[in-house]
């Protein structure tokens, strides 16, 4: 499942493991450079690439997993 991944990755680069899929990135602590190092996280892991723009205006695992779903990634 696309949000187990994000989710994954997201704990791995905030450094957390309570984040759940309705927490905001930048509530979290999320800034440019974590930011940067998710994108990367999800081509290498995924097989996506988001822009930043939508990282933007999806700060949620639940929202940027349902992103990448309509984009057709789906976990490796």
């Known amino acids: 499942m696309i949000a187990d991944e ?5 704990c791995r680069e905030l450094q ?3 984040i759940s899929v309705d927490d905001d990135f930048f ?5 440019s450079v974590i930011m940067v190092r998710i994108q990367g996280a999800f081509i290498e ?3 996506v690439e988001v822009p930043v723009d939508q990282m933007f205006l999806n700060p949620t695992v639940a929202s940027i997993s349902a992103y990448i779903e309509s ?3 789906v976990p490796l």
């Open 6 to 10: 994000v989710r994954a990755i997201w």
């Open 16 to 18: 957390r493991d309570d």
């Open 27 to 31: 509530a979290l602590g999320g800034q």
């Open 45 to 47: 892991e995924l097989g």
């Open 71 to 73: 984009q057709g990634a």
